[in-house]
Structure formats: structure tokens, C-alpha cells
């Protein structure tokens, strides 16, 4: 009896194919309004509202170190943070130079990209829905229109 290599292929295929996983496609990730986070004396960031509106929480010290260089004086900083329709993140802050967008992974925030919106530093900074966009109002400075890649043209409004 010959074994012909097309009879393997078929449950081959049968047993890649449930490899696959289940995706339940379209899904939505966007939060409909920015969050705050407090830094506790230990560095970890926080939603401030009790109860939190989504509970997410986050060592804000690599984040400090990198916009700030200080990585020590932690405590009662403040974040905003909001989540865009693909499931990224765009967390900023009071005096921030940048916007930094990250995305999720197993047990961590990555960075996925950092995005310079102020020379000086952000006085307000606050976060809007924009679909498909992020806005970031920062006082009376026109608004800027942000995706994970950065500013995006004829961002202000």
C-alpha cells in the first residue's frame, strides 16, 4: 500500500486552520474621554476618579525618566491618558515636551512612538475624541490632531 503525500496536506490543513484563534472583528478600543492618573510616592500612575472609569495602572517612572530625566521625584505628578479606536494609548502631562503613544503587551505598555508637540512645554494639556484622530488642546494654542505616527496636517481646528 503507497501513501500519497496529498492524503497528509488535508489534515494538515484541518489542524492549522483552528490555529488560527477567534477574532471578533470590527472591534472598538477608543475611550470616549481622557483619564487622569496621579502618580502614588511609589510611581505607580493610576486613574484618579474613584471609582475608575477603566482600570489600568502603570510604573510612571521609566516614563518620568524619559521626558524629564528624573526618575526620583515621582510623586503627585499627573498624566493624561486616552485610548484611540486601534487600542493605543497617548499619555502626556503638565511641562511635557512630548506625547507618548504605546501599546499593549503582555503584562507591559511598549512605546510604539513619541511625538514632540511643544518646544516649552505643555501648560494644559487635555485630550478630545476625534475620530479616527486624538486631540490635544493645550490652553489657548490651537489644537493639534495626533495618531499613533505623530501630528497629522491640518491638524488644527
Known amino acids: 500500500m503507497k501513501f500519497s503525500p496529498g492524503f497528509l496536506l488535508v489534515p494538515i490543513a484541518l489542524i492549522l486552520s483552528g490555529c488560527g484563534g477567534l477574532a471578533l472583528r470590527p472591534a472598538e478600543f477608543a475611550w470616549p474621554f481622557e483619564s487622569v492618573f496621579k502618580v502614588d510616592?511609589?510611581?505607580?500612575?493610576?486613574?484618579?476618579?474613584?471609582?475608575?472609569?477603566?482600570?489600568?495602572?502603570?510604573?510612571?517612572?521609566?516614563?518620568?525618566?524619559?521626558?524629564?530625566?528624573?526618575?526620583?521625584?515621582?510623586a503627585d505628578r499627573t498624566f493624561r491618558v486616552i485610548r484611540d479606536g486601534e487600542g493605543y494609548y497617548f499619555i502626556t502631562g503638565k511641562d511635557f515636551k512630548n506625547v507618548y503613544v504605546f501599546g499593549s503587551a503582555e503584562g507591559a505598555l511598549t512605546l510604539q512612538n513619541k511625538i514632540m508637540v511643544?518646544?516649552?512645554?505643555?501648560?494644559?494639556?487635555?485630550?478630545?475624541?476625534?475620530?479616527?484622530?486624538?486631540?490635544?488642546?493645550?490652553?489657548?494654542?490651537?489644537?493639534?490632531?495626533?495618531?499613533?505616527?505623530?501630528?497629522?496636517?491640518?491638524?488644527?481646528?
Not at 476625534?130 to 491640518?154: C, F, H, M, T, W
Open 41 to 74: 510616592s511609589k510611581g505607580l500612575a493610576k486613574e484618579e476618579e474613584e471609582p475608575a472609569r477603566y482600570f489600568i495602572k502603570f510604573n510612571a517612572k521609566p516614563l518620568l525618566f524619559e521626558e524629564t530625566g528624573d526618575s526620583v521625584h515621582v
Open 118 to 157: 511643544s518646544e516649552k512645554g505643555l501648560e494644559s494639556p487635555a485630550f478630545n475624541q476625534r475620530p479616527p484622530y486624538i486631540q490635544l488642546l493645550n490652553g489657548k494654542e490651537a489644537s493639534k490632531l495626533l495618531n499613533k505616527d505623530g501630528v497629522k496636517e491640518g491638524g488644527k481646528k
